[in-house]
């Protein structure tokens, strides 16, 4: 698939996001439109999963922490041939592709290491990866599951932190600063790497593909620019919460070409 080709499925996520939101009249926009890129380069180019074969054990397994960001998920689930109920948090949905409940923040990691850990105790070949967010980094969850993935040699998991440096309605230095987070993940004894564009199909395929070393399970930092695709909405803390109403409904259109 070529990178036209993912941008055009990028473009009919972004609007179909839009849509279901005015739909369900819910809100978290930014944070959905932040990891399409993210999504589709896993879905289409780096996740061993088969639709048709949602039971293979030896499947890699996705889980998105930051279930508030559900409705991008969804969809590409739907454009995978899955059924996904589509809701704004996750409920476990195995032969749709939602391996497990989450919504409230730093409880995915944890869940995601439970499973690589059981996955290396049984000799199950495939990756677990998860999708956090930057402020969800400030959850005590998130350090003991970063602890217990280094204690067990944990090399077939993944954490992919969505980094727009926004958290709630404030920006991530205001609320609770991280510092430097890629040598927290090194002196938690995981391999970091960074992606400076989140929204470059080139730099995240380049990525993802990195393999983990032997023995160290892999973080994976991604600059990504909240509201992305929508640039009146795009780095602005308050379409973390905020719902789409009058005249912002027409910008939300019009830059998604729904009108």
């Given at each position: 698939?070529?990178?036209?080709?993912?941008?055009?499925?990028?473009?009919?996520?972004?609007?179909?996001?839009?849509?279901?939101?005015?739909?369900?009249?819910?809100?978290?926009?930014?944070?959905?439109?932040?990891?399409?890129?993210?999504?589709?380069?896993?879905?289409?180019?780096?996740?061993?999963?088969?639709?048709?074969?949602?039971?293979?054990?030896?499947?890699?397994?996705?889980?998105?922490?930051?279930?508030?960001?559900?409705?991008?998920?969804?969809?590409l689930?739907?454009?995978?041939?899955?059924?996904?109920?589509?809701?704004?948090?996750?409920?476990?949905?195995?032969k749709?592709?939602?391996?497990c409940?989450?919504?409230?923040?730093?409880?995915?990691?944890?869940?995601?290491?439970?499973?690589?850990?059981?996955?290396?105790?049984?000799?199950?070949p495939?990756?677990?990866?998860?999708m956090?967010?930057?402020?969800?980094?400030?959850?005590?969850?998130?350090?003991?599951?970063?602890?217990?993935?280094?204690?067990?040699?944990?090399?077939?998991?993944?954490?992919?932190?969505?980094?727009?440096?926004?958290?709630?309605?404030?920006?991530?230095?205001?609320?609770?600063?991280?510092?430097?987070?890629?040598?927290?993940?090194?002196?938690?004894?995981?391999?970091?790497?960074?992606?400076?564009?989140?929204?470059?199909?080139?730099?995240?395929?380049?990525?993802?593909?990195?393999?983990?070393?032997?023995?160290?399970?892999?973080?994976?930092?991604?600059?990504?620019?909240?509201?992305?695709?929508?640039?009146?909405?795009?780095?602005?803390?308050?379409?973390?919460?905020?719902?789409?109403?009058?005249?912002?409904?027409?910008?939300?259109?019009?830059?998604?070409g729904?009108?």
């Amino acid at each position: 698939m070529t990178d036209n080709q993912l941008r055009a499925i990028a473009k009919k996520i972004r609007a179909h996001v839009l849509k279901m939101i005015l739909d369900s009249k819910s809100s978290h926009i930014g944070s959905a439109l932040s990891i399409v890129e993210i999504l589709i380069t896993l879905y289409f180019k780096i996740l061993n999963t088969d639709p048709k074969n949602v039971n293979d054990p030896d499947r890699d397994k996705f889980i998105l922490s930051k279930a508030h960001a559900s409705f991008p998920l969804c969809l590409l689930l739907k454009e995978k041939g899955l059924k996904p109920k589509l809701t704004t948090h996750l409920e476990i949905d195995t032969k749709n592709g939602i391996h497990c409940t989450t919504g409230s923040l730093g409880h995915g990691l944890p869940i995601a290491t439970g499973m690589a850990f059981a996955r290396k105790q049984q000799k199950i070949p495939g990756k677990v990866y998860v999708m956090i967010s930057d402020g969800e980094c400030q959850e005590g969850t998130t350090w003991e599951s970063l602890l217990i993935g280094s204690k067990h040699k944990l090399d077939n998991l993944v954490v992919l932190v969505d980094y727009n440096e926004i958290q709630a309605l404030s920006r991530l230095k205001d609320a609770l600063p991280l510092g430097n987070l890629s040598t927290k993940f090194k002196a938690f004894n995981w391999d970091c790497i960074k992606v400076e564009d989140g929204h470059s199909f080139k730099s995240l395929i380049s990525s993802f593909k990195k393999k983990n070393r032997k023995g160290k399970p892999l973080a994976i930092i991604i600059n990504t620019i909240k509201g992305k695709g929508i640039k009146e909405f795009e780095d602005d803390p308050i379409w973390h919460a905020r719902k789409l109403q009058g005249k912002d409904i027409e910008i939300g259109k019009k830059k998604l070409g729904i009108i």
